[in-house]
């Protein structure tokens, strides 16, 4: 058969038409599955079969719709219809605008996630803190003699203070 003969039979027999309903049928599905399966915890290894089986029937769809053909009297061989008797302009406009349809459903849901108005997130931020500060944090007195404790209330007092003599430095004390 030469190729330009074997496209042509494809197209007339709406095989192109089919592998695209199909692929935004199974991406549709696709979708649905990842956000539905997790909602009702279905495990993630189900989401992976229903790709898989989406992906293993593609090709037997496209056979199917090679080997039969959409008559008024329904569904017959391809072998057994005669071309004056098929209904591929019919089938073929429905399957067109079946097609827009559902593109357009896509697009739809995509436009609608991506541009949902939905709640703004307020983001509320901390006062800034001055560039120049310092916090001067208590010292603990980790001797095994508590009478040495008021060394490290001491060095910690007298570091606050020094500190604060400094007028760029924003020191922040240990009460803040």
């Given at each position: 058969m ?8 494809l ?9 695209v ?39 037997v ?8 053909e959409?008559?008024?009297e ?14 591929t ?38 006062p ?42 924003k ?6």
């Amino acid at each position: 058969m030469n190729p330009k003969n074997f496209f042509a039979e494809l197209k007339r027999r709406n095989v192109y038409k089919v592998a695209v309903a199909y692929a935004v049928v199974a991406w549709l599905l696709i979708q649905a599955a990842t956000q539905v399966f997790p909602f009702f915890e279905i495990p993630n290894w189900a989401i992976r079969l229903v790709v898989l089986l989406l992906i293993i029937g593609f090709p037997v769809a496209l056979v199917f719709a090679w080997a039969f053909e959409l008559t008024p009297e329904g569904i017959k061989r391809t072998e057994d219809v005669d071309p004056s008797q098929s209904a591929t302009r019919r089938t073929g406009r429905t399957l067109d605008f079946l097609i827009i349809g559902i593109l357009l459903l896509v697009i739809g849901v995509f436009a609608y996630q991506r541009f949902k108005p939905g709640q703004k997130t307020v983001v509320t931020v901390p006062p800034a803190i001055p560039e120049k500060s310092i916090a001067v944090l208590p010292f603990e007195n980790r001797s095994e003699d508590k009478a040495n404790a008021y060394f490290a209330d001491g060095i910690q007092d007298e570091i606050l203070t020094r500190l604060s003599k400094i007028a760029d430095l924003k020191v922040i004390s240990r009460t803040s």
